[in-house]
């Protein structure tokens, strides 16, 4: 949060924003971040601040890899065999991801 | 008015861990991070290499802990320099508090460094620090689920620790499902076997990360 925040911090300095109204930020399901939680932090962080009412959006993003033996993607859930061919992760190309997508405000 | 920003959250952290091992490479330091679960062994597997290897390569050890100062007590018994880091609470170590510990070493006289990581399947993975390799310590009374319930940090691992083998016959840990586990989320990996206590599988892990040293000297040296 405290990172989130600083870099929250340099861009509305940077764009001159007086009010914020908006943070988007994606999260892989890898990272093991709870979006509750997360919400939650952001709540208790921001509301006795300039910031206070400005809603966090979190996008999720789906875990993906493509095979080891097969080389086609597949979707990370439970198992993290691959569905075609039993094959395990080659390369994880999505599911890691902990970035603030854009802010909103004037 | 929308403004992108398209910054990663763990930045700052990534530019510190960058810049760690700038400074452990131009000492010709391999830096290995241990993570597990609290009380999977990690310790007492520090404890068995150093026995093992400290006549061999210079070796010092980063202690990561809530609270206490006991395993770093532990690590001192055995002669090599150590450095506790509390974190008070947090869950993981970061980049810049090994920036600090490294510090209080005398990096001129080292070869190998450990960080024993804050014990903690979950944020230890998403945090670079500079190291060379990962290992993931897992023991048998965890359960064989462990890899599929926290899948990154298997993933990250350049090699999984399964301690406490002694144990596996009074368990109904199923080994086959484990190693299947393992092998799906990182391929490339190497699972060893070993007891910390009993002091079986020291061997094949002593000798496992003898080759990754030498390995990372290597690729240091462009060879």
Wanted: charged share 25%; hydrophobic share 40%.
């Amino acid at each position: 949060m405290e990172n989130m925040l600083s870099i929250i911090n340099a861009q509305i300095q940077a764009n001159n924003l007086k009010t914020l109204h908006k943070v988007k930020i994606v999260v892989g399901s890898l990272t093991g971040i709870v979006p509750e939680s997360l919400d939650f932090c952001w709540q208790i962080c921001t509301e006795n601040s300039n910031y206070a009412g400005a809603a966090l959006e979190i996008e999720q993003r789906q875990a993906a890899a493509l095979c080891s033996k097969c080389g086609r993607e597949y979707p990370l859930k439970e198992d993290y065999s691959c569905p075609l061919c039993a094959g395990g992760i080659g390369q994880i190309i999505a599911g890691k991801e902990l970035y603030i997508d854009y802010l909103e405000g004037d | 008015m929308e403004i992108k920003v398209l910054r990663k959250i763990l930045s700052h952290n990534e530019h510190q861990a960058e810049n760690n091992r700038d400074i452990f490479h131009k000492h010709g330091i391999v830096v290995i991070n241990m993570m597990s679960s609290p009380g999977a062994g990690k310790t007492t597997i520090l404890e068995g290499t150093i026995d093992r290897l400290k006549a061999k390569y210079k070796m010092a050890v980063i202690e990561g802990d809530l609270m206490t100062s006991r395993d770093a007590e532990r690590i001192h018994n055995k002669g090599v320099p150590v450095v506790q880091i509390n974190t008070e609470g947090g869950c993981h170590l970061s980049a810049g508090m090994i920036y600090k510990a490294s510090h209080e070493l005398d990096l001129e006289n080292l070869e190998i460094i450990f960080i024993e990581n804050v014990g903690n399947l979950v944020c230890p993975g998403a945090f670079d620090l500079g190291e060379n390799f990962k290992v993931v310590v897992s023991s048998v009374p965890e359960g064989d689920d462990k890899p599929l319930k926290y899948p990154l940090m298997f993933q990250e691992a350049r090699a999984c620790i399964l301690n406490k083998v002694d144990l596996l016959s009074h368990t109904n840990f199923n080994l086959h499902n484990f190693l299947k586990d393992v092998y799906s989320l990182n391929n490339k990996g190497t699972v060893l076997q070993l007891s910390a206590t009993a002091g079986t599988g020291f061997d094949d892990w002593c000798r496992w990360l003898e080759g990754e040293y030498q390995w990372e000297l290597a690729k240091k040296h462009g060879k």
